[in-house]
C-alpha cells in the first residue's frame, strides 16, 4: 500500500511538471504582452472604453477643469493619453491628448462617428442637420418619452468592432426591433433577446425623407451565416478526451517516455487553445476588452503554436531514433539510458518552447512597432481577439507557420519509413538469436510507435495542411468548413488512438489493481500462503515495476 501511495505521489509530481511549466509560460506571456497597458491604466481616471477626447475643449487654469460642448469635466476625471484603440479593441501609439470620462459624469451611450456627422459604409460624413438628435427612451420598457439625445446622456465615440451591421425595424419589425434605456443599454427585440450594453453598439443618424432618424449599428451576426455558432461546441467536446488522454500517459510509468511526455505537452496546447478560443467566439470576439481580448489572443497563439513544433519533435524524434538503430544494433547496445532521455527532453523543450516564444515575441514586436506597415503587422486584437482579419497577417504569421512545419514533419515521417526498411534489412544479418531476439522486439516496438504516431501526424498534420490550402483557394469553402470541424474534435480521434489501444487498457487495469493492492498473476511458479514468500512476491513486483520505469520503454504495440 506505501508503495502505490508513493507511486501515486510520483505521478502527480509528473503532471504537475508538465502542467506547471505550461501555465508559468502563459502567465509570463500575458504580463509581459499587458504589464505597460495595466500599470499605465492604474494611472488614469477611467478606461479608455469610458473616455471621450477633449483636446479642444476649454482649460480653466485656476482649478485644471476643462469645459467641453457644454460639459463640465474636473481636473481628476480628465488625463492624457498617448494612445488609442482601433475598433475599441487593438492599441495603438498616437500623438499624446487629452480624454475626458464622460461616462463618470451619466450613462453613456455610444456613437458610430462625431458630433455632426453619419457613418455611410466606412467612413464618416459631416452633415450639421444630425448635431441635435432625438431618440425614445424608456425607463421600465413600458413607458416611453422622447428626448434629445445630448440632453440626458453623455457619449464615446468609435465602432464597436471591425463589422457593423445595421439594425432596421422598418423592413424586419419581428427581429430589428431594439428599445433605448435612460441607463444607455439597449434591448434587442430579435431572438435572442439581449441587452446590449454600450461598448456592444453605436448609434449612427440617418436621413429619412425630411427627418433625422437614429439608426442601432451591432456587430451582431446571424448564428446562421457563421460557423462560430458550432465550431466551440467542437472543440468542448475535445477538451475532456484530451485531458483523459493527459492523465493516462501521465499515470502510467510505462508511457512516461520521451514520445509521452512529448505528446502530453502537444496536448496541453490543444486544450488552452480550444478552451480559450471557444470561450471568445461564444461571446462574440469583438465584444471581449480590450486589453483581456488582446490577451486572449496570445494565448490561443501560443496555444496552437506551440503545440505544432511539439507535433515536429516527436516526428524529429522517431527519426532520430531510427537513424541510430544500426548501430545500436551492431554495436550490441540495450539502450538509452533514463538520464539521456532526460537531457535530450531539456533539448526538446528548450526547442519547443523557445521557438513559440520566439514567434510570440515577434507578433508583439511587429505590433508595437511604428516603423512598419500596418499591412505586415499581425494585429492582435485589432478586429478580433486573434490575428485581424488581413490574408497577408494570417498567411504570415499562422499559415506559413504551419506549412513549413507541416513540410518538416511529412520530411522526416517519409525518411523514417525509409529507414525502416534499411532497418529490418540490417537486422537479417544479426546472427545471434538472443541478439537478434531482442533487436527485433526493439524494432518491432520501434514500428508500432511510428505507426501510431503517424496516424496522429495525418489527424492533426493533414487536416491543417488541407485548411491552409482551402484557406488559399477559398476561406469560405465547405470544405474550410470541414477541415475546421475535423480539427475541432480531433480530441476524440487522438483518445481512441492513445488510449482505446489494447496494451494500454491493460495498463491501466494493471495500474489499478496495484493501487488497490491486488497483486498481477504469476505466470510461472507456486502460490505460496507463507508470510515470507507473499512478502518475497510483493519485493519481486516492486523490482520489477522500477526495472520498468528506469528501462527505455520505446511504446507499446497494438
Known amino acids: 500500500m506505501i508503495v502505490a501511495i508513493k507511486r501515486n505521489n510520483m505521478t502527480i509530481r509528473h503532471l504537475f511538471q508538465h502542467t506547471n511549466s505550461f501555465i508559468f509560460l502563459l502567465v509570463l506571456l500575458v ?3 499587458n504589464s505597460v497597458a495595466y500599470l499605465d491604466n492604474l494611472n488614469k481616471p477611467c478606461k479608455y472604453l469610458d473616455s471621450i477626447n ?4 476649454v482649460y480653466n487654469d485656476d482649478d485644471g477643469s476643462i469645459m467641453h460642448e457644454g460639459v463640465y469635466y474636473p481636473s481628476y476625471l480628465h488625463a492624457t493619453y498617448d494612445y488609442e484603440f482601433v475598433n475599441e479593441s487593438f492599441r495603438q501609439p498616437v500623438a499624446p491628448h487629452v480624454r475626458g470620462c464622460a461616462c463618470k459624469l451619466g450613462p453613456c451611450v455610444r456613437l458610430c462617428c462625431p458630433r455632426g456627422q453619419y457613418l455611410y459604409r466606412t467612413e464618416c460624413f459631416v452633415n450639421d442637420s444630425v448635431s441635435d438628435l432625438s431618440v425614445s427612451v424608456t425607463d421600465d420598457g413600458v413607458n416611453f418619452e422622447e428626448e434629445r439625445v445630448f440632453d440626458i446622456f453623455r457619449y464615446v465615440l468609435g465602432k464597436p468592432c471591425h463589422e457593423i451591421n445595421p439594425m432596421e425595424p422598418t423592413k424586419y419589425k419581428d427581429t430589428d426591433t431594439w428599445v433605448l434605456f435612460r441607463n444607455g443599454s439597449i434591448l434587442m427585440g430579435s431572438p435572442p433577446i439581449e441587452l446590449l450594453s454600450k461598448n456592444k453598439y453605436c448609434l449612427n443618424p440617418i436621413q ?6 437614429i439608426s ?20 468542448f467536446i475535445s477538451v ?4 483523459v488522454t493527459i492523465l493516462v500517459y501521465t499515470i502510467l510509468p510505462e508511457l512516461r517516455n520521451v514520445h509521452g511526455k512529448s505528446l502530453v505537452c502537444y496536448l496541453l496546447g490543444l486544450i488552452v487553445g480550444y478552451v480559450t478560443l471557444g470561450w471568445i467566439k461564444l461571446n462574440g470576439s ?8 488582446r490577451s486572449l489572443g496570445y494565448i490561443v497563439y501560443f496555444a496552437f503554436i506551440s503545440a505544432f513544433f511539439w507535433l515536429s519533435v516527436i516526428s524529429f524524434d522517431l527519426w532520430w531514433n531510427f537513424r541510430h538503430f544500426v548501430a545500436l544494433v551492431t ?16 533539448v526538446y523543450s528548450a526547442y519547443a518552447w523557445g521557438s513559440t516564444i520566439f514567434m510570440v515575441a515577434l ?17 492582435m486584437g485589432a478586429e478580433t481577439c486573434f490575428l485581424k482579419k488581413s490574408r497577408l497577417s494570417e498567411f504570415l504569421y499562422l499559415y506559413l507557420p504551419i506549412i513549413l512545419i507541416m513540410t518538416s514533419n511529412s520530411t522526416f515521417f517519409i525518411l523514417t519509413a525509409l529507414k525502416i526498411r534499411k532497418v529490418q534489412i540490417e537486422m537479417s544479418r544479426v546472427t545471434a538469436k538472443e541478439d537478434s531476439r531482442r533487436h527485433q522486439k526493439h524494432l518491432d516496438n520501434e514500428k508500432a510507435k511510428f505507426g501510431l504516431f503517424f496516424r496522429l501526424f495525418i489527424v492533426m498534420g493533414v487536416t491543417w495542411t488541407m485548411e491552409a490550402i482551402s484557406w488559399i483557394i477559398s476561406p469560405g469553402g465547405w470544405y474550410f468548413y470541414v477541415t475546421d470541424l475535423t480539427n475541432a474534435v480531433q480530441g476524440v480521434v487522438i483518445f481512441f488512438l492513445f488510449v482505446m489501444k489494447p496494451k494500454v487498457k491493460e495498463l491501466i487495469i494493471k495500474r489499478w489493481n496495484i493501487w488497490r493492492g491486488i497483486s498481477s498473476p504469476r505466470k510461472h511458479g507456486t502460490i505460496s500462503t507463507s508470510g515470507t514468500t507473499r512478502t518475497s512476491n510483493i519485493a519481486m513486483n516492486s523490482i520489477k515495476t522500477n526495472q520498468n520505469e528506469v528501462a527505455l520503454i520505446s511504446d507499446v504495440r497494438d
Open 216 to 235: 442601432l449599428m451591432t456587430c451582431f451576426i446571424p448564428a446562421s451565416i457563421t460557423k462560430d455558432s458550432w465550431l466551440p461546441y467542437g472543440m
Open 331 to 346: 554495436s550490441g547496445m540495450h539502450g538509452i539510458s533514463k538520464f539521456a532521455d532526460f537531457k535530450k527532453f531539456l
Open 208 to 213: 429619412n425623407n425630411d427627418s433625422i432618424e
Open 363 to 379: 507578433c508583439y514586436l511587429i505590433d508595437a512597432s511604428s516603423s512598419i506597415s500596418s499591412a505586415y503587422q499581425p494585429g
Open 54 to 57: 477633449i483636446t479642444d475643449g
Open 240 to 243: 475532456p478526451f484530451l485531458i
Open 286 to 293: 469583438e465584444y471581449v476588452e480590450p486589453v483581456l481580448c
Open 31 to 33: 504580463l509581459v504582452t
